[in-house]
C-alpha cells in the first residue's frame, strides 16, 4: 500500500500538513517526532542489555553449580519432543462375564 505512493502524492500530503499545522508548528512537530523515535531507540537498547545481563547470569549460575551451559544458535529452532508410547496396564484386565 505504501509502495504505491508517488511523489506527486507526497508533495499533496505534506501541503495538506502544512496548510493544517502551519509553517510555525512544523519544527515542533519534528522534534517531538525526533524525540519519540530516540526515546524507542533507547528502550530497546535497555530491553537488550538487560536481556543480554540475565542471559550472563545464568551462565554464571549454571558454571557454579558445574553444568553445562548450552548456548542457543542464532536462528535454531527447538529440537522436536519426543513422544512416548501410551502406558501400558500393569495388571491384568479380566474377560467381561456375558450374562
Known amino acids: 500500500m505504501l509502495g504505491s505512493i508517488g511523489f506527486t502524492e507526497l508533495i499533496l500530503i505534506l501541503v495538506i500538513v502544512l496548510i493544517i499545522f502551519g509553517a510555525g508548528k512544523l519544527p515542533q512537530l519534528g522534534e517531538g ?7 524507542f531507540k ?3 537498547h535497555e530491553a537488550d542489555a538487560i536481556e543480554a545481563e540475565a542471559q550472563a547470569q545464568a551462565q554464571l549460575s549454571a558454571a557454579a553449580q558445574g553444568q553445562p551451559t548450552p548456548i542457543p ?4 529452532t527447538a529440537s522436536p519432543v519426543e ?17
Do not use: C, E, F, R
Open 33 to 39: 517526532l525526533g524525540k519519540a523515535i530516540k526515546g
Open 42 to 44: 533507547k528502550s530497546v
Open 73 to 76: 544458535a542464532q536462528g535454531a
Open 83 to 99: 513422544t512416548l508410547a501410551p502406558a501400558q496396564p500393569t495388571a491384568a484386565v479380566p474377560p467381561s462375564s456375558q450374562a
